[in-house]
């Protein structure tokens, strides 16, 4: 005769603390499942969390998708462990985290060579809370430092450079006329394939090296766009990630908060709004925000000024707007240089800022300018195109 199951009080008293029934937590379940692809999950309902609670293991990535639910419903990382279960599919921070090296970090998404099996497979299969920690100081210094031997075999020069930035310029074109759904896979293949062969090949100075890995690093952030705008929050999190780590390692600060900009807005449309605080305020920091052009400083601030606004910090959040309506208000002068925040003499972005000052505005009871209110809310650089 089995031995009766033991309850799982642990369980139990998240789901308590998060103020769910057992017939409201599997919308929040399969809402995870569904983003990394797992639509096997999709059935699941009162009956299954009840046989869980009542002390019923679930098989594979399901304890990784109701530890994240709770996450995300409480505001607060949530393990496995902590709602009585284990998973055998931990994330692999191995390969994408902060102190891998950044090439593996970008190997390690074309491991499988199909963006539909990376991206159910990144971060554990789900958008990770936990994932949401930028690096200490330190990692950004020592990024900055990096140095890389000439060992590849293959030539690189501008020509290369040139090459990989109006192919960028292009795909952006294409998501935001068409959508991240639209041309998604080849994008992610030419970063992962074509792209990623380029950074490990032989380069004739370190100014070629520098606005390749800057390149690399603005069509990984296209990328992540692209998942994030087809609601593949995983992807989107783990190549905005590998973004980061490409222009870090050149120390291209404009980029490093356009990227971080990026993160900040996911986090905050996911529901994280102290961690999307957190990052719009890296993405600010270490000269991001001072080396900018006007444009991008608003964008920054704008980003900024939405997550306060969601962590409920409304003086503050009224505050960075009004700054960023100042920001935009400056003249933005035609340069190519990083002050100018392009790497690239080529705008891959719309020159009008996304309506994020609309919906900051209606939080915390300001009226943006009429020129950011009425500007499409999509993801936009503040590029300013060359004559």
Known sequence: MAAPRTQNTKLAAVLTEAGLTHSQAPALFVHVAAEAGAREFSAVGRSHVSHWVAGSQPSGRAPAFLSEALSRRLG????????????????????????????????????????????????????????????????????????????????????????????????????????????????????????????RGRFPGEDVRRAMYAAAGELAYVNGWMSFD????????????????????????????????????????????????????????????????????????????????????????????????????????ETTSPAGCTSSPKPLWPTRPPGHCATSATTTGQHASSDAASAPDRPQRSREPTP
């Open 76 to 199: 607060r990382t949530v393990s496995p462990a902590d709602i009585g279960m284990t998973t055998p599919t931990a994330p692999r921070e191995d390969a994408g985290g902060w102190e891998a090296d950044t090439l593996i970090a970008l190997a390690d998404l074309s491991s499988k060579g199909d963006i539909d099996v990376n991206r159910r497979q990144a971060l554990g299969a789900a958008f990770s809370v936990a994932a949401l920690a930028l690096p200490a100081e330190a990692w950004w210094e020592g990024a900055a430092r990096t140095t890389r031997p000439a060992t590849g075999a293959l030539h690189v020069g501008m020509a290369d450079v040139e090459a990989v930035r109006e192919m960028t310029g292009m795909l952006s074109r294409i998501d935001q006329r068409r959508g991240g759904a639209h041309a998604r896979s080849a994008a992610y293949r030419y970063l992962t394939e074509d792209v990623a062969r380029l950074l």
């Open 230 to 333: 087809s609601s593949e929050h995983a992807s989107a999190q783990r190549l905005f990630r590998v973004a980061v780590k490409l222009s870090a390692e050149v120390d291209d600060r404009p980029l490093t908060g356009h990227i971080l900009r990026a993160m900040a807005h996911q986090a905050a449309d996911l529901g994280h709004p102290r961690h999307a605080v957190k990052i719009a305020e890296a993405s600010m920091d270490r000269g991001r925000y001072a080396l900018a052009c006007a444009r991008e400083r608003a964008l920054l601030g704008v980003v900024h000024a939405r997550a306060l606004a969601a962590a409920g910090e409304h003086r503050a959040a009224s505050a960075a707007l009004i700054r960023a309506e100042d920001d935009l208000a400056q003249p933005n002068p």
